[in-house]
């Protein structure tokens, strides 16, 4: 289970926003299951329908949260008019990204009712979709 401050949902919100009409992407890092820093990450994509990070951010983010002696915990994305819940691409990506990182979770931001973002956590394990419980700290 990861933990996660109230700020740093705030931030992945704004951070969706703030990207409109495009979905935003970023990196939740830190600890032992709990976030340190939300990490901004630029949608190589520019696209309301997919996302892919920068691969060139992704090593500098990988370097510092490895100094810090932190783990990529998740991945997060905004969903700007769907649910907050893994689209099949999404599960497909995920299935690649399990061999750099097999214990990452992902996040997804929906911006469906923009005055009531939904922010959820899931696992994605060879295609299988579970939901995980955000514990706010």
């Given at each position: 289970?990861?933990?996660?401050?109230?700020?740093?949902?705030?931030?992945?919100?704004?951070?969706?926003?703030?990207?409109?009409?495009?979905?935003?992407?970023?990196?939740?890092?830190?600890?032992?299951?709990?976030?340190?820093?939300?990490?901004?990450?630029?949608?190589?994509?520019?696209s309301p329908f997919r996302f892919s990070m920068d691969p060139a951010e992704l090593v500098k983010?990988?370097?510092?949260?490895?100094?810090?002696?932190?783990?990529?915990?998740?991945?997060?994305?905004?969903?700007?008019?769907?649910?907050?819940?893994?689209?099949?691409?999404?599960?497909?990506?995920?299935?690649?990204?399990?061999?750099?990182?097999?214990?990452?979770?992902?996040?997804?931001?929906?911006?469906?009712?923009?005055?009531?973002?939904?922010?959820?956590?899931?696992?994605?394990?060879?295609?299988?979709?579970?939901?995980?419980?955000?514990?706010?700290?």
């Open positions: 289970m990861i933990q996660i401050k109230q700020e740093f949902i705030d931030e992945m919100i704004a951070h969706s926003k703030a990207e409109l009409p495009n979905e935003c992407c970023g990196i939740l890092a830190g600890p032992e299951g709990q976030v340190m820093k939300a990490y901004r990450m630029s949608n190589v994509e520019a983010v990988d370097a510092e949260a490895g100094e810090n002696g932190w783990e990529l915990l998740a991945i997060y994305h905004s969903h700007t008019g769907s649910e907050a819940y893994p689209s099949d691409t999404d599960v497909r990506i995920a299935g690649g990204t399990a061999g750099l990182w097999p214990d990452v979770r992902y996040v997804l931001v929906s911006l469906m009712d923009m005055d009531n973002p939904v922010v959820r956590i899931f696992q994605i394990n060879e295609g299988v979709v579970t939901e995980e419980p955000i514990e706010v700290v």
